[in-house]
Every structure is written in structure tokens, then in C-alpha cells.
């Protein structure tokens, strides 16, 4: 009894250095990084004009770094696929068999096309404001969340392929459009100046999508593993 709890005491204190040591060398590493040092702003402004929008954090996003946004789409993928392993939905019923409310359905009915119109209008908006897919994605996955707590679910007809079909439409339409590239004798994801906003926002298009039903989906997934 004596050793386990000495050994408790080792571990706690451990972890209590631990974490001491790596927060006084967090504070180090923000303490000396330059004061006004401005990164790499005046090089993505300088090329801004070449990325196909006009908002940096897009450009950066979509075109200068896009193997880290693509790699992001990945893991959430992964992440999708992942937990549906672990936690199948039940597609033997397509409706709950209880009512949500009238409060509830009168609001998804309300908020439906509200929500799906200010989704457009940011993911429009992201070339050259605050935006993009991923916000218009967050947004579209509120709603699912919403609808689906209503009791609605999908036609189990198409709960098969249609449903998989927009999940990997975000990462399917980067890897296309990234391997585009390699026709006209360029290196992976990089974008003819012509063409580089529609390309954009094509990617951006399924990202949202994409986003929106794999977050949906997620809590789906989480009830229907909780459920009894």
C-alpha cells in the first residue's frame, strides 16, 4: 500500500514538472520571437494578384498552401471513417418514432433556407472577405444537426452511395484538381492564373459540402451509438 502510493506521488510530481517545464519553454519561445516581424504578409501580398482571389487567408489556404488544407479534408475523412467503424448507423428505420415538437419543426423549417443562404454567401464570399468552405461547411452541418434532431432521416434507398458520394467530394475534387496540374507540365496543386478562381471555388464547393454532411454525420453517428 506504502509503494503504491509513493508511486503516485512520483507520477503526479512528474507530471506536474512536466507540464511546468514545457509551459516555461513556451514562454521562452513567445518571449524571443521577433517583435515586429511581419512573416511571410509581404510575400503573399506581392502574389496575390496570381492566386485567383483577393482575400490572403484564401489565397494562403487554397492556393499557396493547399496540401495543408487537402491534408486537413483527409483527416476529417479519416476521422468519418473511423467512427463509422466503430459506430454503424441503423438504417432499418428512416424516421424516429417520436414527434420533435411543433416549436422545433417550426424552426428547422424557418431556419432551413436562412442557414442554406448565408452558407452560399460565405463560401461566395471567402475570395475576397472572411469565409470559405469551412465556415459554410460548420454552418451546413448546424443544420443537419438540427433536421436531424426533427427525427428526419435520409430514404434508406440512398443511404448507400449518395451519402458516401458527398463525403469524399471535398478530397476527391482537390486530388483532381491538384492532379490537373501535371497536363499542362506543373507541379501538384498548382493552379493555371486564368482559371485559378473557379478552380478555387470549385474545390471550395464540394469542401463545404463535404464538411457539412461528415460533421452531420458525426453527431449522427454519436447518438445512434448512445442510443439504448
Given at each position: 500500500?506504502?509503494l503504491?502510493?509513493?508511486r503516485?506521488?512520483a ?6 514538472l ?8 513556451l ?28 482575400h ?7 492556393n499557396?498552401?493547399?496540401?495543408d ?6 483527416v ?27 416549436m422545433l419543426?417550426?424552426?428547422a423549417r ?6 442554406v ?31 436531424l434532431?426533427?427525427g ?44 485559378a478562381g473557379e ?20 453527431f449522427?453517428l454519436g447518438?445512434?451509438?448512445s442510443a439504448?
Amino acid at each position: 500500500m506504502q509503494l503504491t502510493r509513493l508511486r503516485k506521488y512520483a507520477l503526479h510530481l512528474s507530471s506536474a514538472l512536466l507540464v511546468i517545464c514545457v509551459t516555461i519553454g513556451l514562454v521562452i519561445a513567445i518571449i524571443s520571437l521577433p517583435v515586429r516581424d511581419a512573416g511571410l504578409t509581404q510575400v503573399v501580398s506581392a502574389h496575390l494578384t496570381q492566386s485567383g482571389v483577393s482575400h490572403p487567408v484564401t489565397a494562403v489556404l487554397l492556393n499557396f498552401r493547399g496540401y495543408d488544407t487537402l491534408l486537413e479534408m483527409a483527416v476529417l475523412l479519416l476521422a468519418l471513417a473511423g467512427t463509422w467503424s466503430l459506430a454503424p448507423i441503423d438504417t432499418r428505420a428512416s424516421t424516429t418514432s417520436h414527434s420533435p415538437g411543433e416549436m422545433l419543426d417550426s424552426l428547422a423549417r424557418l431556419l432551413t433556407p436562412v442557414i442554406v443562404l448565408v452558407a452560399g454567401y460565405l463560401l461566395w464570399a471567402g475570395a475576397h472577405a472572411p469565409g470559405g468552405a469551412f465556415q459554410a461547411g460548420a454552418l451546413l452541418a448546424a443544420l443537419g444537426v438540427m433536421i436531424l434532431l426533427t427525427g428526419w432521416r435520409i430514404p434508406v434507398e440512398l443511404t448507400h452511395y449518395f451519402p458516401r458520394t458527398l463525403h469524399i467530394c471535398g478530397v476527391t475534387a482537390f486530388l483532381l484538381v491538384g492532379a490537373s496540374a501535371w497536363l499542362r507540365d506543373t507541379s501538384f496543386l498548382t493552379f493555371p492564373q486564368h482559371l485559378a478562381g473557379e478552380l478555387i471555388l470549385l474545390i471550395e464547393t464540394c469542401a463545404m459540402l463535404s464538411i457539412g454532411l461528415t460533421l452531420a454525420t458525426l453527431f449522427l453517428l454519436g447518438r445512434s451509438h448512445s442510443a439504448p
